[in-house]
């Protein structure tokens, strides 16, 4: 047999569930109310336009009352605001209320609120009526303007084109942006007989059956249900291409609510205020083919859509109303046939001990997968769990008669099972169906706990999930601390601790963030020192003045950046003196300093040098600062105060007198640009006594070497180069008859040599000791030369070396005829010679010649 709550009409079935029994009592046709979708909490407050009788105890000011579904009072918000336009929730479950002066504040459901406005045209012209929808509103200002809001995170009020209204409109709707093709908000207008959508322009439809007086927007956002004056329901694309369904419902008097129930049926409400003849309040639901099924009730009801539904809050109970999903339908429709039905059935034959039980398997073994998936799809629709256990006890007995069956589904549905009755008991009141939570994600229904402060029941779902449960913690001891603020800080801290301490890695910097605004200074210092990641602990620590602290933190870290980021906040908070004692005894600051200030900012550094006294350092900071000087008076004067802290200490004697030379370097430069206009700034000894020489100033190159104690070797070096340079050989030659060369004569035969002054080359190889000629001669190709040489020194190697071509390309140049003329081969001379190896070598070039 089917459910009691499963009720059939013509095509389709329909039920409608009691959830909870209230206790409230109260007539909700004297207030304006908001109800939250997935279950979520409802939000009401007297209207103002109904006259009321006041009891003895209840308040004149008008409160915002926020009860759970289960009709359990959740808070209470006096309200000392304007008149309220309209109210609604967000995705996050905020509060949003509309005030008439464009005022928006949104309220969690412990009362803390934000707010912001809609600008000065809603402050100007009032706000009359508005739309709220998950993350944004449209508000219709007394001018006849619509004003948007699409995020309520960052929220910046968009005035839309301009509807060209002369009155209020009819009825009117809108499209949340994630279900239009332009990803704006669209507005749809009732005026007159047609429906205006309002997005960057407004466009009239140019529809006849108007006026509508009621409009609602399906969940999914792709139909439009409409009810006429006439008394009919129109249900229509909302691309306004297509009419999908018509019904009359003998009554031109419009219904006070008109939702969608899921996206296949529609809601109507009528109260008794509004048809005086009615005995009874009535809901109409129409189906998708023109089937329909009434309801009445003694009292004031309120219907809140849902994606796959909707909940009717009542005086005394909330119900949920659906149309019966089609594996439900499947297995309890009477006489039904199907897989999924007779599985169920075989259960109750076996439960019974009947061969029935088997003759059914048997009959849908080729399908008993799909019935046994059925039948776990099936118990997730229920929320009796009468019914649930049922359907699931009838899936396991479908699988042990598989062979090869994934479990995975029913394990699943059974843990989602015990999670959803989890959150449907009475005293937590969120009365999700299977299909809204698929819809909003297990993460979203576990924040729903967190901010109702369920943090028990969040950490088990959590756990049993498998899901990481830190941020219930987390959220947990700020709830904790912003309650207990009376308790002592080191109780709240060690209670805060020993609940976290099983948590490697947890983050205490949010904690500590929530105790330092609760006005708990002291306690958030303490909980930062559990904070495992000093990039989270250290910014904490600064917005919290804790600036030495931050600093010891930043250097426990080993983190550059993190240290470079608490000095420069301490450089900009702090007087200098103050600055440089709080980092003066961290080394790891210091050094970290002097290195930003090498690079960007010598005077700082130089200050922090002075206030240290740091002699030698400031010594060098001066002196490097002095290269930057373009003017020789400021450079000689940078570098004197160099001078003086290096005289102050006597372990710096050599940098004194280096300093010393240098600024008496740059006053014979400057005097000796004034004189010979060139360039000498900046030169080193050795290339000023260059320069003095290439620019023919021997005299003053002279001087420099004695004032400056250039030793001989060096000076004869730098004259020699120069004077080769400018390829001054005269005085050359007198530099090399002046005196005995302290560096020799073979640097004479060299440079000449660089300079491809082969002629001049030749002047000092005699100069040059005798078993080096050869070799120099050689050189500068001047091979007979260098066989006299060998041959002089009776030297068989050089010999051997110049006449044979060790220097490969210059002996084939001189060739044999050559070495002939030079009268080795004549038989003169070997006849002479006593040496037998020269000999030896005679008669080999010999017979080479006769041979050529």
């Known amino acids: 047999m089917p459910p009691p709550h499963m009720q059939p009409t013509t095509d389709w079935f329909q039920m409608q569930q009691e959830i909870y029994s209230l206790s409230w009592k109260t007539d909700l046709s004297k207030f304006m109310i908001a109800g939250a979708p997935f279950g979520g909490p409802i939000a ?169 007086t009621k409009m609602a927007v399906s969940p999914n956002g792709k139909f439009l249900a409409l009810f006429t004056t006439e008394g009919k329901i129109l249900v229509v694309s909302t691309d306004f291409q297509k009419n999908l369904s018509e019904f009359g419902t003998k009554s031109k008097i419009p219904p006070q609510q008109l939702v969608w129930c899921g996206t296949d049926s529609v ?66 429709k009477s006489g039904s046939t199907s897989p999924a039905a007779l599985l169920y059935d075989a259960l109750d034959h076996f439960e019974k001990k009947s061969p029935k039980a088997d003759e059914n398997i048997r009959t849908i073994k080729t399908d008993l997968a799909d019935a046994v998936d059925a039948c776990i799809e099936a118990a997730g629709y229920e929320f009796v769990h009468h019914y649930q256990r049922t359907l699931l006890k009838a899936a396991s007995f479908g699988k042990c008669f598989l062979e090869q069956y994934n479990a995975d589904r029913f394990v699943n549905m059974c843990q989602t099972m015990r999670v959803l009755n989890a959150v449907r008991y009475y005293e937590i009141g969120i009365p999700i169906t299977y299909a809204q939570y698929i819809r909003l994600t297990p993460e979203v229904l576990i924040d729903r706990l967190i901010n109702r402060h369920h943090h028990l029941l969040a950490v088990r779902v959590a756990d049993y999930l498998k899901m990481r449960t830190d941020r219930i913690l987390i959220h947990w001891a700020c709830s904790k601390i912003k309650k207990s603020t009376d308790d002592d800080e080191d109780t709240i801290c060690n209670t805060i601790v020993e609940k976290l301490a099983n948590k490697p890695g947890l983050s205490y ?69 103050e600055f440089f004692r709080v980092i003066n005894n961290k080394p790891l600051a210091c050094n970290l300093l002097e290195v930003y200030c090498k690079e960007q900012d ?17 010594a060098t900071i001066t002196i490097l600062e002095s290269f930057d000087e373009q003017d020789l008076n400021d450079r000689i004067n940078k570098l004197k105060v160099g001078l003086k802290f290096y005289q102050e200490d006597k372990d710096y004697n050599f940098e004194a007198k280096a300093i010393d030379e240098s600024i008496k370097l740059l006053q014979l430069q400057g005097q000796l640009e004034k004189e010979i206009l060139h360039t000498f700034i900046g030169l080193s ?31 004869w070096w730098i004259k020699l180069q120069a004077l080769v340079e400018i390829r ?67 030297d068989v190697n050089a010999l051997r070396w110049v006449t044979r071509g060790s220097f490969p390309f210059q002996v084939q140049w001189v060739g044999y005829s050559n070495l002939f003329s030079l009268g080795f081969a004549n038989r003169d001379v070997r006849a002479k010679c006593t040496n037998h190896v020269i000999r030896q070598e005679i008669d080999s070039f010999i017979a080479q010649l006769a041979s050529k």
């Open 728 to 794: 001054d050989f005269e005085n050359l030659e007198k530099l090399a008859k002046s005196k005995k060369s302290p560096i020799g004569y073979e640097p004479f035969v060299d440079e000449c040599i660089k300079a491809m002054q082969y002629r001049e080359a030749a002047k000092y190889i005699l100069k040059c000791d005798p078993p080096t000629r050869a070799a120099l001669f050689v050189k500068i190709g001047s091979f007979k030369e260098a066989a006299e040489q060998a041959f002089m020194l009776k």
């Open 267 to 332: 809601i109507l409400y009528w109260d008794t205020q509004l048809k005086p003849e009615l005995s009874q309040r009535v809901v109409l639901m129409v189906g998708p083919f023109g089937d329909w099924i009434k309801y009445s009730y003694d009292d004031a009801i309120y219907l809140i859509p849902e994606v796959d539904g909707a909940r009717i809050m009542s005086a005394d109970k909330c119900e949920f109303l659906q149309k019966v999903p089609n594996q439900t339908e499947e297995i309890f």
């Open 602 to 618: 010598k005077e700082l550094l130089r200050n922090f040098y002075y206030q240290d006294d740091r002699r030698v350092d400031s």
């Open 44 to 212: 009401m407050i007297r209207d103002d336009k109904t006259i009321q009788l006041l009891g003895k105890q209840q308040s004149v000011k008008p409160t915002i009352f926020i009860y759970t579904s289960a009709g359990k009072l959740m808070e209470q918000l006096l309200w000392d605001k304007g008149r309220i336009v309209g109210m609604g929730w967000t995705d996050q479950e905020q509060l949003t209320v509309v005030i008439e002066d464009g005022t928006i504040r949104l309220y969690n459901i412990h009362g803390e609120y934000t707010q912001f406005t809609l600008g000065n045209v809603a402050k100007d012209c009032g706000v009359v009526d508005c739309q709220i929808w998950g993350t944004g509103l449209v508000a219709l200002t007394g001018n006849y303007q619509l004003i948007a809001v699409t995020n309520f995170d960052e929220p910046r009020p968009r005035l839309m084109a301009d509807p060209g209204l002369r009155e209020l409109p009819h009825s009117w709707a809108v499209i949340p942006p994630r279900y239009t093709l332009s990803r704006h908000v669209e507005v749809l207008l009732a005026t007159g007989s047609t429906i205006l959508v309002v997005d960057q322009e407004a466009q009239d439809q140019l529809l006849q059956q108007g006026p509508f």
């Open 685 to 715: 000894v050795s290339q000023t006594i260059h320069k003095c020489v290439t620019v023919g100033q021997l005299p003053k190159a002279t001087k420099i070497k004695t004032d400056f104690k250039v030793p001989d070797k060096r000076f």
């Open 509 to 577: 910097a949010e904690i500590a963030k929530t105790a330092y605004k609760a006005g708990q200074p002291k306690l958030a210092t303490k909980l930062l020192n559990y904070e495992p990641r000093a990039a989270d602990q250290v910014p904490l620590l600064i917005s919290m003045q804790e600036d030495e602290l931050a600093l010891i933190k930043a250097i426990e870290s080993g983190d550059t950046d993190l240290v470079y980021l608490v000095i420069f906040h301490l450089k900009r908070k702090l007087p200098l003196g």
